[in-house]
């Protein structure tokens, strides 16, 4: 296993929108369309590693969804001849919650990220999952990588294996340059750790040194890297340097950078994030198709494993 490669592209299955007017009840079809995308990806992948390939699904079950649809599960029930197929496939299926809240005052949509909200989003993501699935979800990646320690407790508490949501290399989550209302809870991601670890029960941005202090939840950070200068600890770089490796970026960035954390990791590893709305935006939907082909023909592509997170795991011990 030690010249192999886990790979992990993880996919936000979302609304296309992210403001999704009340009362709107338009079917998804930026999913749609990266369903039917990823399952050619797939059978190249697979022509190429000699290998299964697998994919990570996160979908959306928070009170957004509920708002608008009636339902938290509409996903699910909308979908779910696709969504068995992923699964016959070995795809995972995990939750991703968003903290979006309806405020009439307003008439808009904020994210909250009161304790006590987070809660209810992430409980509701949960329960919806297990009723539908008749399973509890593994993975969970949380919206607008919203990430702190009572996530990170929270997915604990309710069995999970593994969180997909740190970006290192960021500040805060209102640094990402949205003009939308929400409430911007200060947060530091510049130093955080760039492989998997299992979290201090203390500090979720630290390993545990020891199994009595360490979580037994994974953290699968997403990988990124700085567009200039050093790739692997941008801690220093400013913000608007600092990229994360998302399909819909900028192609040639996207493989500087995933080529650098490839070639100069002790154990490389490649977390992959994308919005399920991309293919719905010609020019996001380039980059998203370029960088696949640069993974498909990349020299090292016989090594790479695309996994689940389950599967990762094994990769990291
Ligand atoms: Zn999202």
């Known amino acids: 296993m030690t010249d192999l490669i886990p790979i992990l592209i993880n996919i936000d299955v979302e609304p296309d929108e992210r403001e999704v007017s009340l009362g709107d009840h338009s079917p998804w079809v930026g999913f749609e369309k990266t369903f039917a995308y990823f399952k050619t990806v797939r059978t190249r992948l697979e022509a190429v590693t000699q290998a299964p390939v697998h994919f990570n699904w996160l979908v959306r079950l928070d009170p957004q969804i509920e708002t608008i649809y009636g339902d938290p599960a509409w996903p699910v029930t909308q979908y779910r001849h696709l969504l068995s197929e992923l699964q016959n496939s070995g795809d995972e299926i995990g939750i991703h919650p968003h903290t979006w809240k309806w405020l009439p005052e307003i008439a808009r949509w904020k994210s909250v990220y009161d304790p006590k909200w987070v809660r209810h989003c992430f409980a509701m993501s949960f329960r919806t999952f297990k009723r539908e699935f008749s399973r509890a979800p593994r993975i969970c ?37 949205r003009h939308e209302p929400g409430t911007s809870p200060v947060l530091d991601f ?27 939840l994974w953290v699968i950070p997403v990988s990124s890297g700085a567009t200039s200068g050093e790739v692997i600890r941008p801690s220093d770089a400013p913000d608007h340097e600092v990229m994360t490796l998302n399909l819909e970026f ?49 020299p090292w592509a016989h090594r790479f494993r695309f996994v689940t997170g389950q599967e990762a795991l094994p990769y990291f011990f």
């Open 190 to 216: 510049r130093q955080a750790l760039r492989f998997p670890y299992r979290p201090s029960r203390r500090n979720f941005l630290q390993a545990g040194g020891h199994w009595w202090s360490r979580r037994r």
């Open 141 to 177: 990646k949380f919206g607008d990588h919203y990430i702190s320690g009572q996530t990170v407790s929270l997915m604990e508490e309710f069995g999970l294996d593994c969180d997909l949501t740190l970006e290192p290399g960021y500040r805060t989550v209102a640094e990402r340059g």
């Open 250 to 298: 900028y192609a040639p960035l996207f493989r500087y950078i995933s080529d650098a954390l490839l070639g100069k990791s002790t154990k490389p590893y490649l977390s992959i994030v994308v919005r399920s709305d991309v293919p719905t935006r010609d020019h996001e939907r380039t980059q998203m198709e370029t960088s696949l082909d640069n993974l498909a023909n990349h």
